[in-house]
C-alpha cells in the first residue's frame, strides 16, 4: 500500500496567487515528513520537514507546510506564487516503524506550474 | 559546502555494453542512495548504504545491475549488459548520521540513454 499520496499530477496557479500542493499519508504513529523540489534537470532540494512541535513549518523560498494528524495530511502553501516556483514538488515520509530496511518513502510528485 | 557529486552527467552508449556510475556524497555523511527516475514509474531507490555497507538492495531490478561502496567517499551503480529500458536519470542521495529526521541530499543525477 502506498504510505504517502499526491493526489494531483498537476496544479496551475497564476502568479500573485496562494499555492497549495497536497499530500496525504497513511502510516500510523507519529511519522516524519518532507518535502522536496525538483527543477529541471537538477536533483531534489530539500525544502522543509515535520518532525514533532508546531504543525506549521516554515522551510526555503517561502514555502510552509502545515501537519494535520487528524486528516494525515502535509499539505505545501505559499502565500503568493512566483513563476520561479514552477517545478516538480515531491511529499515524503519516513516509517518509523519499518527498521533496517529503507522506511523513507516518496510520493509521484506534482508538476506545479505558475502563470504570469 | 560541495553537494553530492555524480559522473558522468550524460551517458549515451549502445545496448549491451557496461555502464559505470559514479557518486561522491558530502563528506561526513554516512548513508548513501541510488535511485532512479523514469516518466512511467517515478522516483524509485534502487539500493541504500550506511557506512559503507549494502542495507537494502531490495529495489535493484535484477542481476544486471550492482552497486559498491568501497569508502566512505565513493560509490558506484553498474549495469553489465545494459538494455534500452535502463533508460533513466540516476540519483544519488546522501544523508547524515543525525538519525532519520535529517533530509537526503541529492545530486544532480546522471541521464542514461541505451541506445
Known amino acids: 500500500a502506498q504510505s504517502v499520496a499526491q493526489p494531483e499530477d498537476q496544479v496551475n496557479v497564476a502568479e500573485g496567487n496562494p499555492l497549495t500542493v497536497k499530500c496525504t499519508y497513511s502510516?500510523?504513529?507519529?511519522?516524519?515528513l518532507f518535502w522536496y523540489v525538483q527543477y529541471p534537470n537538477r536533483g531534489l532540494q530539500f525544502l522543509l520537514k515535520y518532525i514533532t512541535g508546531d504543525n506549521l513549518v516554515k522551510g526555503s523560498y517561502g514555502f510552509e507546510a502545515e501537519f494535520n494528524k487528524s486528516q494525515t495530511s502535509f499539505h505545501l502553501k505559499k502565500p503568493s506564487a512566483l513563476v520561479s516556483d514552477s517545478a516538480l514538488y515531491f511529499c515524503?515520509?519516513?516509517?518509523?516503524?519499518?527498521?533496517?530496511?529503507?522506511?523513507?518513502?516518496f510520493g509521484t510528485g506534482t508538476r506545479l506550474t505558475v502563470i504570469p | 559546502d560541495a553537494g553530492v557529486i555524480q559522473s558522468p552527467r550524460h551517458e549515451v552508449t549502445e545496448m549491451g555494453q557496461e555502464v559505470t556510475l559514479r557518486c561522491k556524497p558530502i563528506?561526513?555523511?554516512?548513508?548513501l542512495f541510488w535511485y532512479r527516475q523514469t516518466m512511467m514509474r517515478g522516483l524509485e531507490l534502487l539500493i541504500y548504504f550506511n557506512n559503507n555497507v549494502p542495507i537494502d538492495d531490495s529495489g535493484m531490478p535484477e542481476d544486471r545491475f550492482s552497486a559498491k561502496m568501497p569508502n566512505a567517499s565513493f560509490s558506484t551503480l553498474k549495469i553489465q549488459p545494459s538494455e534500452p529500458r535502463d533508460s533513466a536519470v540516476y540519483f544519488c542521495?546522501?544523508?547524515?548520521?543525525?538519525?532519520?529526521?535529517?533530509?537526503?541530499?541529492f545530486g544532480d543525477g546522471t541521464r542514461l540513454s541505451i541506445l
Open positions: 515524503a515520509v519516513r516509517d518509523l516503524r519499518q527498521t533496517g530496511a529503507n522506511n523513507l518513502f
Open positions: 502510516v500510523s504513529g507519529n511519522p516524519y
Open positions: 563528506s561526513g555523511h554516512n548513508s
Open positions: 542521495a546522501s544523508s547524515s548520521s543525525g538519525g532519520s529526521n535529517q533530509p537526503q541530499h
